[in-house]
Nanobody
């Protein structure tokens, strides 16, 4: 299994970025996919999840600003991030789980990508 995250970068506050995660080596459509982030000195936290029925869940800090989506035909999951703020600065990871719950915790994800850095300047 391989999860390849991309799309990170440096953006000014108020700007947007779109993260992509390409999956291979798994039957993508049956997996719940999640985006996590980890800032320096902090624990890795769930940002957004999408289950196999495309039911979504968002952390309160990003609700209304971020949108998670999936394309099963392309085995890909996306995170559209709008109205970015400096507090969104972190390494963002995509992850996959066979548990079919969009809001499940980190411990239920068993496949992880390598992470992509997002830096939001003020």
């Amino acid at each position: 299994v391989q999860l390849q995250a991309s799309g990170g970068g440096l953006v000014q506050a108020g700007g947007s970025l779109r993260l992509s995660c390409a999956a291979s080596g798994l039957t993508f459509s049956i997996y719940t996919m999640g985006w996590f982030r980890q800032a320096p000195g902090k624990q890795r936290e769930l940002v957004a999840g999408i289950d196999r029925e495309s039911i979504t869940h968002y952390a309160g800090s990003v609700k209304g600003r971020f949108t998670i989506s999936r394309d099963n035909a392309k085995s890909a999951v996306y995170l559209q991030m709008n109205s970015l703020i400096p507090e969104d600065t972190a390494v963002y990871y995509c992850a996959a789980s066979l548990w079919n719950t969009a809001s499940q915790p980190r411990e239920r994800y068993h496949e992880w990508g390598q992470g992509t850095q997002v830096t939001v300047s003020s």
